[in-house]
């Protein structure tokens, strides 16, 4: 019949443009004004309660001193420097230091030397609520439980380890960054107790390490001692059996050899030298012995011989001859010929000079010959020797490995003895130099200020919280809401047209003026001004009374629309419907009816609300005859009609039944078609307020016979799947659906709602457009 608003997937791809981005930067700016106030609240409220925690809690006093680990203060009293220390062992030491620091002996010591044990500000710290509790419950434990008789000694040492326990728990030690220097503090409600703790637990640190260095020192010293006793007898012990078996074994010695050790060396030593000279006088003797074997006439060729060799002047010279008669003559055959006379003379020359060479050849090698003999007999001889002396000398070697042991086995005593000798020394001067490995570089002085609570930081906690609690509360409330506010959850979630805000008007206020200024007229203030809520009477000549009011602007929308949609329907049956009971669909039936009469357009408005009948209630007199009798026969309809004087709007109302149950067959009857076929005859618009959609489907039944509906919906408390399933449950219904209005708008805060640039943003630049004039 009528055509379809925008579907829901072209509807839903108008929506805004920054949807698909990862952040919504306008809708988080759009939520942050909307909760602004509540933050505000929030943040007020939790700086209070940080001030509040300010002025009730306990000023808690820190004093600290620092202490530097530092090996070099004792270095004046080492002999050698100790070796620097690596990464690893500076942080092992450090951590060592700190456990000590912690350690219950000290904290014992501390209690001892400040008296701790009988100060009630150690033993009787303010306690937390939950810490009395707990005691309480001890308490009355205690009460029915038997406990053995205390003494006074044992009552005097439980007060020690509690005050013990009590300054452990408030010491804080640690490393100032990566330095060699413990800062030490202490906390405490009375900053001069705080001071005087920390300084003893620094003294009492530096008193540990020199108590620590002197009983170390001690200790090794009288163990040093034994052993040096003992080792000083094995030594002597050792060195005297000795001794005494070199004597036994006629092991003399000089210059700290054995004497037939001397004498094998010395024979070894000549002996080299009689094997390197056997060596030379043989290859002298090879070599010459060579030459001879070669014949007299090749000598000459090979009678060339090293100069350090052997005093060979007289070869040579043979040799020079030689060669310059052999030149001569070589001269005198190239010039006269082989058979010269001179020539013949020199080759006899040639060879008397190559027998003479070859015979002083002959003489050096008998020579070196000689000399090989003599070398060779000389290597045996000592040879024979050194095999003599190795026999008488196998006897005094195996005595004489007995005796190197027993050498070593005193050297190595002797030595352990010095070693540990040494040891001592230094263990006893140490011990004259109380010195320790630390210093205090920052005396604990008195703290004049607290250290906690911190003001500042707790006052921005407190607003940090505040705001964290903003975001929570905030965050809950975003995420439960899921009602109408915009125009736009119209068209993207139901896929309708909006028709616009109605603004609320029904909110006793005494500045209803100041609230609803350029949107509701003067007469509508009159009545507002009453004690109770605007009487329905004058709500629905709203949009009569003030036709320039945004009330009236959106009925006027919904007219349009109406008409556009409508349009080639001269006489048009318009259902006005709600998903909830309350929405105020009879107001907004009645007003919208109301206008078009007032537009000089013939209008009837029927009330079809049989089981609340809102409108009907409004008119005085109440009525005799109504819709329902007009449907069922048993009166006229125009009989049942009222009509308003001002408007000419006609009005059929409801007449009051008992045992009325099947209302929508009474709507869906043949009797409600004819009267509706008799109404389209006579007016231009018949407006009917039907019941609501959510709880009976009279509005459903009624479908068939209507044009069109306009639905009303209450801003900011129907929730969006409700409408949503009611309207999806029936296709047929909800094609028939002309627009969207959102009811009871609250018109300050709907610009919260929104996106920037959105027109909700304006709605305070249309108020020159509402204001009435007159």
């Given amino acids: 019949m009528n055509q379809r608003p925008l579907p829901l997937n072209t509807v839903s791809s108008i929506r805004s443009d920054d949807s698909d981005s990862f952040i919504d930067l306008n809708r988080l700016i759009a939520i942050l004004a909307r909760r602004a106030r509540m933050a505000a609240v929030c943040v007020v409220v939790c700086f209070a309660l940080g001030g509040a925690y300010l ?173 040096l006793t003992d080792l000083r007898q094995r030594a002597q012990a050792a060195a005297l059996e000795a001794e005494k078996f070199k004597a036994a074994n006629g092991l003399t010695s000089t210059r700290g050899e054995l004497m037939s050790e001397q004498q094998l060396s010395d024979l070894n030593s000549q002996l080299i030298v009689a094997q390197a000279d056997s060596a030379s006088a043989s290859a002298r003797y090879s070599q010459f012995k060579s030459i001879l074997e070669q014949g007299a006439e090749n000598a000459v060729n090979n009678a060339t011989i090293s100069s350090n060799q052997t005093d060979n002047s007289v070869i040579q010279d043979l040799r020079t001859r030689y060669l310059a008669v052999s030149k001569r003559e070589q001269v005198i055959v190239q010039n006269f010929g082989a058979n010269h006379p001179q020539a013949v003379a020199l080759r006899a020359e ?246 078009l009469a007032s537009s000089g357009k013939r209008t009837l408005l029927i009330d079809a609300d049989l089981r609340n009948p809102a409108i009907s209630a409004m008119i005085s007199p109440p009525p005799k005859t109504g819709l329902v009798e007009a449907v069922l026969g048993e009166a006229d309809w125009t009989s049942g009609l009222r009509v308003d004087p001002q408007t000419k709007l006609a009005i059929l109302p409801i007449v009051s039944r008992e045992h009325l149950y099947h209302t929508n067959e009474l709507l869906a009857s043949q009797g409600m078609e004819t009267l509706l076929g008799n109404a389209r005859k006579v007016f231009d618009y018949v407006i009917v307020d039907l019941a609501p959609l959510a709880p009976v489907i009279d509005a459903k039944a009624f479908s068939p016979f209507a044009d069109g509906f306009l639905m009303v919906v209450e801003w900011g408390k129907t929730p969006t799947r409700l409408v949503r399933d009611v309207l999806q449950s029936d296709p047929l219904f909800n094609a028939k659906i002309l627009g969207v209005m959102l009811n009871k708008t609250d018109m300050d805060a709907l610009g919260k709602y929104s996106d920037f640039g959105a027109a909700e943003k304006y709605r305070k630049s249309y108020e020159k457009y509402y204001v009435d004039m007159h």
């Avoid at 010591?109 to 937390?128: A, H």
């Avoid at 609570?453 to 809401?481: C, D, N, W, Y």
């Avoid at 009925?555 to 109406?562: C, E, F, T, V």
């Fill in 55 to 227: 002025l009730t809690a306990t000023p808690i006093y820190t004093s600290q001193a620092q202490i530097l680990l530092d090996n070099n203060l004792s270095k004046y009293a080492e002999d050698s420097p100790a070796s620097p220390q690596s990464a690893q062992q500076a942080d092992t030491q450090i951590s060592s230091a700190v456990e000590i620091l912690k350690s219950g002996e000290l904290a014992l010591r501390v209690t001892d030397i400040e008296k701790l044990s009988e100060n009630e500000i150690i033993l009787n710290p303010p306690r937390s609520l939950m810490s009395i509790v707990k005691s309480g419950v001890r308490s009355l434990i205690g009460v029915f439980s038997s406990s053995p008789e205390i003494t006074e000694a044992t009552l005097r040492n439980g007060r020690r380890e509690m005050a013990a326990a009590y300054i452990q728990q408030d010491l804080t030690v640690e490393r100032v960054a990566r330095s060699s220097v413990i800062a030490v503090s202490f906390k405490s409600t009375d900053p001069h107790l705080a001071a005087r703790i920390t300084r003893a637990y620094a003294n009492a640190y530096l008193s540990d390490q020199l108590n620590a260095n002197f009983d170390a020192t001690e200790r090794a010293s009288v163990w040093l001692q034994e052993r």
């Fill in 350 to 595: 040639k060879t008397e000079l190559s027998e003479q060479i070859y015979r002083e050849l002959e003489q050096l090698t008998g020579s070196y010959r000689n000399e090989f003999e003599v070398a060779k007999s000389r290597e045996a001889s000592l040879r024979e020797s050194i095999e003599g002396v190795v026999g008488n000398n196998s006897q005094a070697n195996q005595s004489l490995v007995q005796l190197r042991e027993l050498e070593q086995r005193a050297t190595a005593l002797k030595t352990l003895y010095e070693s540990y000798l040494g040891r001592y020394e230094e263990a006893a001067q140490q011990r004259s130099f109380p010195i320790a490995n630390a210093r205090i570089i920052s005396e604990a002085g008195v703290p004049i200020a607290p250290s906690s609570p911190k003001k500042t930081m707790v006052l921005a906690l407190s607003i940090v919280l505040g705001f964290m609690t903003a975001a929570v509360i905030g965050g809950l409330q975003e995420f439960r809401e899921r009602f109408f506010r915009l125009e736009e959850d119209i068209r993207s979630i139901l896929g309708h047209k909006s028709l616009g805000y109605l603004p609320f008007v029904g909110k006793t206020t005494n500045s209803f003026w100041h609230k609803t200024r350029g949107r509701i007229s003067k007469a509508d203030v009159e009545v507002a001004n009453a004690d109770a809520a605007v009487p329905l009477t004058k709500m629905t000549r709203i949009a009569v009374e003030s036709p320039r009011s945004a009330f009236a602007e959106t009925l006027r929308n919904a007219k349009l629309a109406s008409d556009v949609i409508l349009q080639g329907r001269p006489n048009r049956v318009i259902g006005v419907v709600s998903a909830l009971p309350g929405e105020g669909k009879s107001t907004v039936a009645a007003n919208f009816a109301g206008l």
